[in-house]
């Protein structure tokens, strides 16, 4: 009887003891099951990562080069100085047809007749409107060259330069393509002759807004981005702090704090249009500020940040343990220097790292900056905040609606620009807080 007993339980052993295996074997199946669904959704994120920063930099790298011509032009004083009267009237310089000199330039360069209307003016579409513009400025610059000959590189067109760089499908039709065969072989002939070459593209950086797309550039964009970045900065950061360290250190918990903390978390999910709105309606209709102006751009979004900033600060306040505040209070500090001779240099690298990432964030937004006027053509540079501008994303949104083939790639170059940028300040947030995270 007590061996029957015995062989029962130990059946009933082994049956928990296979059930006890099966559940382990279970729990380990799930275990790996979720870490496959894990490592495929980071995967697909990267692989999304990678097929935007593709397609960005496979149509933006070619934009940091610029197709040039390098002429030996004749400033000649029949064209800019026919009648010799730039003595007494100097505006003659600047009303001269200074297209004309680089065009006869280029036909010398090619043994083209320029009495041929016909070629005449297929070579002069291969030159930028803008040497108009370079041209004059060197003859008021210095008019004692009227009359000399001064070697000069002068932008070529965005058609030319677009087939240059291989932009242009050579195989379709002539109608159907805005540069002509004719002009194709006048390229291949520059070229051969070291006339026409691929230069880096400083004026990507420098120059300013234009309807000529060889002539654009995010200079003048990125002096409004950094004027609204300096005035985020000067007034979230410490508006910000302050309203963190209030609310975290002295503000008495009741219903109206509750209140303040909620409208603050609701803040931060308010869509940025909205404070375009708003900046719309209280800087520019009420208190009279002017449109395009970067100081109601670095208004609109010191508003926008605030909660962003307010509710990292708070979170870096609470990381610090409360031994710290009690230690502090012991040794006989007021409240005061409790919060800012301990806590505050404690929660330093959390507050450094959520204000760079609210002006990360606020160096990429449009939607509110279209509102209040900034996306204005502005072709020279503001010499203060109150002077009209632009930004780096408007002016990219602006490029991406224009019609000009060469646009496109301007409008990746300077969405380069503006990725380099953001990941600059993100490194820097990162470097900050292992630089002075301290761990508990």
């Not at 170059?413 to 490194?427: E, K």
């Amino acid at each position: 009887m007590t061996q029957v007993v015995s062989s029962a339980e130990g059946a009933v052993g082994a049956v928990k003891a296979g059930r006890r295996d099966i559940g382990i074997k279970k729990r380990y199946a799930a275990e790996r099951r979720f870490r496959i669904y894990g490592i495929a959704a980071i995967s697909f994120g990267l692989l999304f990562l990678f097929l935007l920063l593709f397609s960005v930099v496979s149509k933006g790298y070619t934009a940091f080069q610029q197709t040039m011509i390098t002429l030996p032009i004749e400033f000649s004083e029949k064209v800019i100085d026919p009648t010799g009267k730039r003595a007494e009237d100097p505006s003659v310089l600047v009303k001269a047809n200074y297209p004309l000199l680089a065009r006869d330039a280029l036909a010398k360069a090619l043994n083209v007749d320029v009495t041929d209307r016909a070629k005449a003016r297929e070579i002069t579409t291969l030159v930028s409107d803008s040497a108009r513009v370079q041209l004059r400025n060197l003859v008021t610059a210095d008019p004692s060259i009227i009359g000399t000959t001064q070697t000069v590189s002068l932008l070529a067109s965005a058609n030319l330069d677009s087939a240059l760089k291989g932009q242009v499908d050579l195989t379709v039709d002539e109608g159907n393509r805005k540069i002509s065969n004719q002009q194709i072989g006048w390229m291949n002939t520059l070229v051969e002759n070291g006339v026409l070459g691929k230069h880096f593209n400083t004026g990507l950086f420098v120059n300013g807004a234009s309807s000529r797309p060889e002539a654009s550039g995010v200079g003048v964009a990125a002096i409004g981005s950094i004027y609204m970045m300096l005035i985020v900065l000067v007034l979230s950061l410490p508006i910000g702090v302050a309203a963190s360290i209030y609310l975290e250190e002295f503000a008495p918990k009741n219903r109206l704090t509750d209140i303040i903390e909620v409208n603050i978390n609701n803040l931060a999910a308010v869509p940025s249009i909205v404070f375009g709105l708003l900046g719309l309606a209280v800087f520019i209709n009420f208190a009279g500020m002017p449109r395009s102006a970067s100081l109601v751009g670095g208004l609109v979004l010191t508003l926008m940040t605030l909660p962003t900033i307010i509710i990292a600060t708070r979170a870096a306040l609470t990381s610090v343990p409360p031994s710290i505040r009690a230690a502090a209070l012991g040794l006989g500090a007021s409240k005061m220097q409790m919060v800012f001779h301990h806590v505050l240099p404690l929660a330093m690298p959390g507050i450094l790292t959520g204000t760079i990432i609210g002006l990360a964030h606020a160096l990429g937004e449009t939607a509110p900056l279209l509102l209040i006027g900034m996306v204005a053509f502005v072709a020279d540079y503001p010499s203060t905040p109150m002077e009209p501008s632009t930004a780096l994303p408007v002016q990219i949104y602006m490029w991406a609606n224009e019609a000009e083939r060469a646009f496109v790639e301007r409008t990746s170059g300077a969405i380069m620009i503006l990725l380099l940028f953001l990941l600059t300040m993100n490194v820097g947030a990162i470097l900050l807080r292992r630089r002075f995270e301290r761990r508990w």
